[in-house]
């Protein structure tokens, strides 16, 4: 189980460290790319090939200002690509808008501005169709954060 992360800048790595987090919580292997769609074509096109030769599942990738990282992987690839809008303009909706609003047939799923972790809970999901002990660690987890989130609720003071 192998998922890639990208992201164009320097700047969104701490954004994009919730993704790695919950890969992570799972011991799903990753490896992150800072590669720009407009300033690197060839090598993010490069990367892609490397990737999906090397038993790469998912994609994971925030963008933010135009955003078209997300949507110039998914044309490139039949992976499932995961968008991560990024709020470096207009409190991040830009980049929401030209995620989630792809062509017919190159679909890229979205998470909301700046919650690269619920990216990474989807490849998860994503994965764990595929890897039923993945899918039995998942069923765990959530019957876990149910438990937590309760008892932490239960002994709520106002």
């Not at 925030?62 to 990024?86: D, F, K, N, R, W």
């Amino acid at each position: 189980m192998k998922v890639a992360i990208f992201f164009g800048s320097k700047s969104d790595i701490d954004v994009m460290k919730g993704a790695k987090k919950a890969l992570d919580e799972f011991n799903i292997e990753s490896k992150a790319f800072i590669l720009s769609a407009h300033r690197v074509p060839e090598k993010l096109m490069e990367t892609l090939h490397k990737i999906e030769d090397e038993g790469f599942e998912v994609i994971i990738a925030g963008a933010g200002l135009a955003a078209h990282l997300p949507g110039v992987i998914a044309s490139h690839t039949t992976m499932p690509v995961i968008g991560v809008p990024i709020n470096a303009a207009l409190n991040g909706q830009d980049a929401l808008y030209s995620i989630v609003q792809m062509p017919k047939s190159i679909p890229v799923a979205t998470v909301g501005i700046n919650n690269s972790y619920n990216a990474g809970m989807l490849a998860v999901e994503i994965l764990s169709i595929k890897y039923p002990q993945l899918k039995d660690s998942l069923k765990d987890f959530r019957k876990n954060m149910k438990k937590n989130f309760i008892k932490d609720n239960e002994e709520f003071e106002f």
